[in-house]
């Protein structure tokens, strides 16, 4: 049973920073890409970050030098580093694995207000 378990999310001031963790198992994690998806109230979801198996990122330009995109293969997880969150950040954020087949993760709540 493949399960991505995303952790991390929370309220943070306009400015802060958070620290998205998704746990991956059931699935040969090396080999997969992954990426961070979110969904704001009344919008589609959209990419936000993208890392392939061998390490290559690309970003969403809303968030290109404020967001970074990590991996661990020895611990099976993908992270999100926020920095400089504004507002408009706010959303639930998925995780996302794809190799043979398409996983998502159940989201987790990111909501940046003062």
């Known amino acids: 049973q493949v399960q991505l378990v995303e952790s991390g999310g929370g309220l943070v001031q306009p400015g802060g920073s958070l620290r998205l963790s998704c746990a991956a198992s059931g699935i040969i994690f090396s080999i997969n890409n992954m990426a961070w998806y979110r969904q704001a109230p009344g919008k589609q979801r959209e990419l936000v970050a993208h890392?392939?198996?061998?390490?290559?990122?690309n970003y969403a330009d809303s968030v290109k030098g404020r967001f970074t995109i990590s991996r661990d293969n020895a611990k099976n997880t993908v992270y999100l580093q926020m920095n400089s969150l504004k507002p408009e950040d706010t959303a639930v954020y998925y995780c996302?694995?794809?190799?043979?087949?398409?996983?998502w993760g159940q989201g987790t709540q990111v909501t940046v207000s003062s």
């Open positions: 996302y694995a794809n190799r043979y087949r398409a996983y």
């Open positions: 890392i392939t198996s061998g390490g290559s990122t």
